[in-house]
């Protein structure tokens, strides 16, 4: 709670920014200017004793780098710079002559992974743009960004150099000059700025941003918001510049003001205190003064712009301009847009656009060479000083009020100024050299429980930082006449630098809500290049060393660092902390003192009760008037959670002597519901005692610390005792500390109750904290079920026969709040094993106390039982439905699923979920194990042929200790799904669970497209559906939800490209690989013919009706998927058959990658009419189709004909094909003569066509099996001819290894016969080595086909005996 001086960022390379400042200075004139400077070195024996140790441990080399190095940073280098570091400490600008360097701030993570910040050079360079010129003074000034996401936020820096010339121009943080002017002819003696502050109190001027200029005998201001502006245009006009490549634009000079400050000697310093009105009796004073007896007095007293100089002859001279009696200079302005306006209309034009870059270089040589005017100042007179003709000032820094100004001298004084009356109010010696700067601190909000004004806003100290770098010695001194308050010994070759302004460009509208962090002072080290600020806490304002509050602050550190001991003896830390306690005199801090003491997790609980007895003694031996009432609130409840604590703690470890087995009588019957649930309380704990990684601090078992136990719990004035109710791991852990031990059988359960009750712990939190205990260690509860019921139902009952717990007046008819709570924590629960439990205990403990009651009412039982006893029955069996439920959700996942984590049922979620929710859990359960739909329908029927009265699970306990094939497991399973849908028949009925099966895989599908296996489950299980209501409901809704929209896109994709697209095409648009896309089609087509066939059937079948178990009637969420179905309109048929024509057409083009343009076999009623809502009545293509859509229907339905053949490429017809889907399905040839008839297609001709095919890949028995259909038997003769002739003169004429008798029957061959054989062509035939006994069939077929009166009968008949005569041979 002292002053603290910590380091906040570091400087990179500034070995690098030395060098190159002086860069052209020797090192000999450097050698005899530390000679000639006595003063820097005259106390150096400290840091080169270290250098000199650090140099012997070196080699030679090094420590030879290392001593030039050493002595060139020791040198005071930085005492010859100019040195400006922006208030955000994000620039830090660094010149001498004419060099200099800019460092910006950049983050960089150190050697421990901590994140901090440094400062690199950004840019260094030359400044100067005249002979001869050097920086004089420099400052970087951070502009506020005017964007609405970052308001009053910095967004870049400007850096404002002054020079010896007397220019002042303006860079960027990069080192681009933006702007350069020249206000006077002498040099530039200090550069100062003034930005907007929030106001603190009504009244107080509200000051203008400003930046103010001094040269020797002028002052030169320049209003801030026009310098925002130009800064900001100047800086969007470079940047253009820069990104075309064009010349920058000279912007139009500065508005300001000069003003010729007289009646001084010589001015080395300045502050411009900004506006000030003064009081009528001060104006008065003024006038009479000024003006003699007979002057007049305005009736307003006048604003004045005040500026306070310092230097000699006075020392400290006081300067008041009168606002609006000087105008603006202006001539500038006027002067450069009249040379602009009297120019040629290009060349002004050129000059002021940016036009006509090609200039004439001699204009602009003597333009440069020429100076500007410089216009004259208005004299202004000094209104009164401090006359001492032998002092001299050497600099003055202005408070952040604008009250107070320091003002150094050359002769080592500090003197404190108040510059609204003029005086020298203090003044510190023996500080040659001294740099100074501002510090204000605001107070913090703890400290307002202090202050008198609570009510007031918050205060403000101020604190004057003063360096003296001969001494090498920081200070800080309180204002005004406060004494030091912190003293920090720093190298003497550190600066102090302080800025004294913060953003420009924030007004009083964009600093609402500014919380905008900036360094008002910092400690510059050039020998570790660290930048240092101050901390300073507000209280130090307020303290001396009589100040009692200062005492018990600094007991307070002594006790927190007497805390952090930890190896301290507990009799020695309890007696030195009484001590402290005792010895704090304000009740506030005392207060906090005993908090902190309570919260350290080292102090042992009997240290901890003996402090606060005796602190509690303490205060009931003062004046009642004297005590602080919070104070001993706190140290009573404090002790009394204590005792608690240690009474609850002591009874856990005793031994337990009472008798486990109380209230036998109640408990009649929990046996036998033991059993009966037994089975599956077995396999549920088998799956939930699974290891699992858990961190040790938030295991149940951790004991918990008195401190943990003292935050979870709070006393009221009353005495009553309340649990706050933190995180679930922190009430759990206060539960079991409680508990656990009792439901253990190892803790006096009515000893440990009578203790709580005595506490004033309310009943109710009790009961929550006991149930919480209970089910969240639920495997320790299911390892000795029987023990640990009974003891959960000794601990109920002894807390239900608490006062509070259950009501007096209350009427058994009604429900009861107590077992409300327990029924609504069982409900919530997710442990479904532990609620069970918990409600059969309840339960039973629910019906005892209500028969006790109507015993002692004399009451008949039916009448008093039948409310509150009927909702625990309903609640049991909820639980027992859960527990089924929850078991399968644990089923471990085989190998190869898709996984994800298992669903968490409880009663809640359950309800919450609709009607729909249990099918929905159960169909995830079936999405994760990946069942096949198959599977799913046998278990189901398995289901229906065992029936109810079947208990599969007697022997389940032995069967699960042994070990299992996974053929086991998998019954194993199938068992647990039978007994899930025996207990909930309705909501898991074949169609519901096939329904959310289906909606389930197809939600899957379509988060990740590329698993077309999940699609087509969909289909499969959307198949399996009996109902064709349902059927027809769901399979809209997957088609409006989740297929039209990428059908429509795959179909313009083909449509577009012409042909079967890429795979990075079809991700591109669809959204999948090609694969996956054919997969898609293929669905589609199965997707669009379930929901014709089921929009035929729905007439025939009345619609199902859908029910819910009784017990789970109650349940209000979203409607199932089952329901939406049934609410689903009729679709369309014509459109439904449409929509599939044009998925069979995509679906082949994709299979057999032909190529074709769906849509454009379509007329412009059909093309207009797909992939619009089903539901809806669309103008379809009617009448005969033009001829030309038709061929070219004919000729892809020809191109996937002779694909297939090609795909199943059999040369021994002895099988069919194996396969059942994709290009070599068998059902291909009949798809395309389904999709002919639809297209208007001659089916006869397909059929032709697909013989020929079939015989020209020399597949003929397949070929003889489709001949039976065809009609036309003359054209069929007609083709095949050809294709025999083909064959035969493959056999006769091309091939190679060509026999003697074939030859000779050539030249037997009826010359017509030869002529046409030559004429045939073989290498249409893509498969011509086929048997003569097939080729000898094949002309026997053609004989029978073709009539004797065909022209090609006689070609026929030749061709069967030439093939007979080479069959023989």
């Not at 208005?378 to 000032?393: K, M």
């Not at 930890?566 to 001590?579: C, I, Q, R």
């Not at 009394?640 to 009474?647: A, E, G, M, R, V």
């Not at 069942?931 to 042929?945: F, G, S, V, Y």
Request: a negative charge; proline letters at 5%; charged letters at 20%.
């Amino acid at each position: 709670m002292s002053c603290s001086l910590f380091e906040f960022c570091k400087i990179q390379e500034l070995k690098t920014v030395r060098d190159f400042l002086f860069q052209s200075q020797t090192p000999e004139p450097v050698e005899e200017k530390n000679q000639t400077d006595n003063e820097l070195t005259w106390d150096t024996s400290d840091w080169e004793a270290a250098w000199d140790s650090n140099e012997n441990k070196e080699e030679s080399a090094s420590a030879t780098t290392g001593e030039e190095e050493t002595s060139g940073q020791s040198e005071p280098w930085l005492q010859d710079c100019v040195v400006s570091l922006s208030p955000c400490a994000d620039l830090l600008v660094v010149a001498r002559q004419q060099r200099a360097v800019f460092l910006s701030a950049k983050w960089r993570t150190d050697g421990s992974g901590r994140e901090e910040m440094t400062l690199a050079v950004s840019w260094s360079g030359t400044l100067s743009a005249e002979e001869r010129e050097c920086v004089s003074s420099i400052i970087a000034i951070p502009l506020a960004s005017q964007k609405r996401s970052s308001t009053g936020r910095p967004d870049w820096t400007c850096v404002v150099v002054g020079f010896t010339s007397g220019y002042v121009r303006f860079y960027t943080e990069n080192g681009v000059l933006l702007l350069a002017q020249l206000l006077h002819v002498d040099p530039v003696l200090k550069l100062k700025c003034r930005t907007y502050e929030i106001p603190r109190h009504p009244g107080v001027t509200e000051q203008h941003e400003e930046l103010s200029i001094l040269y020797p005998f002028a002052l030169v201001t320049i209003d801030g918001f026009s310098l925002f502006q130009s800064l900001r245009a100047c800086r969007n006009q470079v940047a253009r510049a820069a990104a075309a490549g064009s010349d920058v634009v000279p912007p139009p000079p500065l508005v300001y003001k000069k003003w010729g400050v007289q009646e001084m000697d010589s001015i080395v310093d300045h502050s411009s205190v900004g506006i000030t009105t003064l009081c009528v009796f001060d104006q008065m004073k003024n006038a009479s003064i000024l003006g003699g007896f007979n002057a007049s007095v305005k009736g307003s007293p006048p604003a004045m712009s005040q500026f306070v100089t310092v230097g000699a002859g006075p020392f400290t001279g006081f300067y008041y301009a009168v606002e609006g009696n000087s105008q603006p200079l202006l001539s500038h302005v006027a002067l450069a847009v009249a040379s602009k306006l009297t120019s040629a209309i290009f060349s002004a034009a050129s000059g002021w656009l940016g036009w006509n870059k090609n200039k004439n270089k001699n204009e602009e040589e003597a333009a440069q060479k020429q100076k500007p005017k410089v216009e004259p100042a208005t004299p202004l007179g000094i209104r009164f000083g401090l006359p001492d003709s032998r002092r001299h000032g050497e600099s003055i820094c202005l408070s952040p009020c604008n009250t107070l100004a320091g003002v150094t001298d050359d002769f080592g004084r500090v003197t404190l100024l108040d510059l609204a009356r003029g005086i020298a109010i203090r003044m510190w010696k023996g500080y040659r050299d001294a740099q100074l700067g501002w510090l204000q601190v605001q107070e913090e909000r703890g400290d307002r429980e202090f202050s008198p004004s609570a009510s007031l806003p918050r205060r403000h100290a101020l604190f004057l930082i003063i360096f003296a770098p001969r001494r090498g010695i920081l200070e800080v001194w309180a204002m005004q006449r406060g004494p030091r308050v912190g003293a920090f010994t720093v190298g003497k070759q550190c600066r102090l630098l302080y800025a004294g302004y913060r953003l420009m460009g924030v007004n009083s509208v964009t600093s609402q809500g500014w919380q905008l962090h900036t360094q008002q002072v910092c400690l510059l080290d050039p020998t570790t290049g660290a930048l240092k600020t101050i901390n300073i806490p507000f209280h130090l304002a307020l303290s001396d060393k009589k100040n009692e509050r200062a005492k018990d602050m600094h007991l307070l550190k002594r006790l927190t660092a007497l805390l952090k001991v930890g190896d301290m003896e507990p009799e020695t830390l309890e007696s030195e902390a009484k001590s402290v306690l005792l010895e704090i005199k304000y009740p506030a801090i005392k207060k906090q003192a005993l908090e902190s003491l309570l919260s350290n997790k080292d102090t042992p609980v009997s240290c901890l009760t003996n402090i606060t007895c005796a602190l509690h003694d303490a205060l009931k031996q003062q004046a009642a008037d004297e005590v602080d009432p919070s104070l001993l609130q706190l140290c009573s409840a404090q002790q009394k959670l204590l005792q608690l604590y240690t009474d609850v703690q002591q009874l856990q470890a005793a031994e337990n002597t009472e008798a486990c087995s109380q209230n036998e009588d109640s408990l009649e019957g929990i046996e036998e519901e033991l059993s009966r649930v037994g089975p599956t309380l077995q396999r549920y704990a088998q799956f939930t005692s699974k290891p699992s990684v858990s961190f040790a601090q938030d295991s149940p078992d951790t004991p918990l610390s008195p401190q943990a136990f003292l935050s979870q719990l709070e006393c009221s004035e009353d005495g009553e005792v309340k649990v706050i109710l933190r995180s679930e791991a922190e009430w759990n852990q206060l539960g079991s500390f409680m508990f656990w031990s009792c439901l253990c059988c190892k803790g006096p359960v009515h000893k440990v109750c009578d203790t709580l009750q005595e506490a004033g712990i309310s009943p109710r939190q009790l009961l929550s904290l006991l149930l919480s205990v209970w089910l969240q260690r639920e495997k320790e509860v299911l390892q000795k079920p029987m023990e640990t019921v009974k003891n959960l139902h000794t601990l109920l009952v002894a807390l239900s026969n608490m006062k509070g717990a259950v009501e007096d007046s209350w009427d058994p008819q009604s429900v009861s709040p107590w077992w409300q709570q327990v029924r609504s924590t069982c409900i919530q629960s997710h442990n479904a094993a532990a609620a069970l439990l918990a409600a059969l205990v309840a339960h039973r403990a629910a019906k005892a106390s209500i028969t006790s009651r109507a015993d002692s009412k004399l009451q008949s039982e039916w009448e008093t039982v039948s409310l509150e006893l009927e909702q625990w029955v309903v609640c049991v069996r909820q639980l027992e439905d859960v527990l089924v439920l929850q078991t399968l959700q644990l089923v471990p996942l085989s190998q190869g699923t898709a996984g994800g984590a298992a669903v968490q049922c409880s009663i809640k979620t359950l309800l919450e979920g609709g009607t729909g929710g249990i099918a929905d859990s159960v169909s995830k359960w079936v999405f994760r194990q990946s069942m096949a739909p198959e599977r799913l329908k046998e278990i189901l029927q398995r289901k229906e042929a065992e029936g109810a009265d079947e208990k599969p699970e007697q022997n389940e306990g032995e069967e699960e200790t042994e070990e299992k094939t996974s053929q086991e497991d998998a019954d194993r399973t199938a068992e647990l799904l039978v007994a899930v849908c025996q207990r909930f028949p309705h909501s898991l009925s074949p169609d519901l669970l096939f329904a959310h099966c289906c909606w389930e895989y197809v939600v899957q599908w379509n988060k990740d497209p590329e698993e077309a296996h999940h699609f087509s489950c969909a289909v499969e299980h959307l198949k399996l559906i009996s109902s064709p209501h349902i059927q027809l409901g769901i399979s809209t809704m997957m088609w409006s939800t989740f297929i039209v929209k990428r059908f429509s896109a795959a179909s313009y994709l083909i449509e577009k490209v012409g042909k079967a697209p890429k795979d990075r095409l079809c991700r591109r648009d669809v959204g999948m690989g090609d694969k996956a896309m054919t997969s898609f089609l293929g669905c589609c087509v199965q997707l669009l013919q379930i929901l014709m066939e089921a929009d035929s059937a729905t007439e025939e079948v009345p619609p199902p009706e859908l029910s819910v178990e009784e017990v789970w009637g109650g349940a209000e969420g979203p409607a199932s998927i089952a329901e939406l179905a049934l609410d689903q309109r009729g679709v369309h048929f014509p459109l439904v058959q449409h929509h599939c024509l044009l998925a069979s057409l995509l679906h082949a083009a994709m299979s057999f990658r032909v190529k074709v343009k769906p849509l454009s076999l379509f007329d412009s009623k059909g093309k207009n009419a797909f992939f619009r809502d089903l539901t809806t009545i669309q103008l379809m293509p009617s009448g005969d189709m033009d001829p030309t859509l038709i061929s070219q229907r004919k000729e892809f339905l020809f191109r996937v004909l002779t694909a297939w053949v090609q795909a199943i490429d059999e040369p021994s017809s002895s099988a069919p094909p194996l396969s059942s889907a994709g290009p070599k399905a068998d059902w291909w040839p009949s798809l395309c003569l389904e999709l002919g008839s639809l297209l208007q297609v001659n089916p006869d001709i397909l059929r032709r066509h697909l013989v020929c095919e079939l015989y020209n890949q020399g597949l003929d028995l397949r070929a003889e099996e489709v001949m039976l259909e065809v009609e036309d038997k003359d054209v069929l003769g007609s083709q095949l001819l050809v294709l025999t002739g083909q064959r035969l003169s493959y056999c006769l004429l091309h091939n190679q290894e060509q026999t003697q008798a074939a030859m000779e029957l050539l030249a037997r061959l009826p010359p017509t016969l030869c002529t046409w054989l030559k004429a045939m062509d073989p290498s249409e035939l893509r498969c011509p080595l086929v048997s003569l006994t097939q080729t000898s069939r094949l002309v026997s077929r053609l004989i029978e086909m073709l009539p004797e009166n065909h022209a090609q009968y006689t070609l026929a008949l030749h061709l069967l005996e030439a093939v007979d005569v080479l069959s023989t041979d």
